[in-house]
């Protein structure tokens, strides 16, 4: 007869490093700020 498998206690899992936050891609340089025209009078 077969013999049901040895009850084994569920080992926890690995204790991992915490991961860290996933960083967004680099933004390419903004562009010079424009001069303001001037207001009209």
Known sequence: PLLPPPRLAPRPPP???PKPP???????PAPPALPR???SV
């Open 22 to 28: 996933a960083k967004p891609p680099p933004k390419p």
């Open 15 to 17: 204790r991992l490093p």
């Open 37 to 39: 025209p001037p207001a």
